[in-house]
């Protein structure tokens, strides 16, 4: 399967734009206007629209009912200065995590078009490549695929996954993650995308590791584990136990001096919505332990608490960690 023959098509693209203008503005009578003649124009525009749709509802990141429908005249009543009603902080609460949320499903809606295999919220996936090598996806994670050239090439877009690889040396197996590039003939291993780093590890068998701003190709085999750090282009490598190597396949994360910051983002791929972490200095101590995915809501206040903070939860789909 090739994965660039299709993803940039531009009526994809527009219906993913009319989308997020639409749920931004749904009391503009011309927008709404503008579209239906857009949308009448073909069936493709149709079709295409459809699917924007259901990739929205699929990935749960913005539910109509925190969409806010702007007031009639005859639903406004006088104030008294200085008075605000609760109905105004309601409202106002509602569009603060509408505008939050449409800046979370913009990229959301972007990976989705670039992407060969996708999941949601909470959703894991494993997924039989052409060659017969399997790739399990962990939450929120998306990949593409190329075939088309002398190397299997799969792209990580988001998130997690874990591979299983069959060897071929004549056709090497390569995972590109930002710039991180892993080459493979048939191995097990994981690689994990963060915003902060991206990380590599060895179940069975051994990778090569590129590493950008690294002189040297890394080699890792069984237990090895190599974080490269994005912003300071660097990267360190360590030992773990094997069979730790994505835990998350079995809904248990086993997590080792990972900061607080990353298990925000980690556990956020089994919440729908946004995380807010008010206090910018906790993301970046250090935490250990064993979580359960099943219940990530309760992991969650178990980290803002093992900071001495709290977990707020302003609406379902926008929580906010800050100190106590």
Known sequence: MNGTNSKNNPVRLQAAHWLLRLE????????????????QQNEAHRAAFRSAEHTWARLGKLPPELIATPATPADILPLKPRRRPRIFWASAGALLAAACLLLVAAPVIQRHLEADHI?????????????????SLDA??????????????????????????????????????????????????????????????????????????????????????????????????????????????????????????DMVEILGRYLPGMIVVRDGSMNGRSISGVIDLTQPREALNALAESQHGKLSQITPYLSVISKR
């Open 24 to 39: 931004g503005s749904p009391g503009d009578g011309a927008l709404r206007n503008e579209f239906e003649s857009w949308l």
């Open 140 to 261: 929120d994670s998306a990949i593409a695929v190329d075939y088309s050239g002398a190397e299997r090439k799969v792209i990580l877009l988001a998130g997690q996954a874990f591979f299983q690889v069959h060897p071929n040396p004549d056709r090497p197996f390569r995972v590109n993650a930002a710039d991180l590039s892993v080459r493979v003939t048939g191995t097990a291993f994981s690689v994990d995308k963060l915003a902060s780093t991206v990380t590599v590890a060895v179940q069975s068998g051994t990778v090569e590791v590129a590493s950008p701003g690294v002189a040297e190709v890394s080699r890792l085999g069984m237990g090895d584990r190599l974080v490269f750090d994005r912003q300071a282009r660097s990267a360190r490598q360590e030992q773990v136990v094997p069979s730790t190597v994505a835990s998350w396949r079995s809904r248990r994360l086993v997590v080792h001096d990972a900061t607080v910051g």
């Open 119 to 135: 999941t949601g919220v909470a959703e894991l996936s494993d997924v039989v490549l052409p060659d017969g090598s399997l790739a």
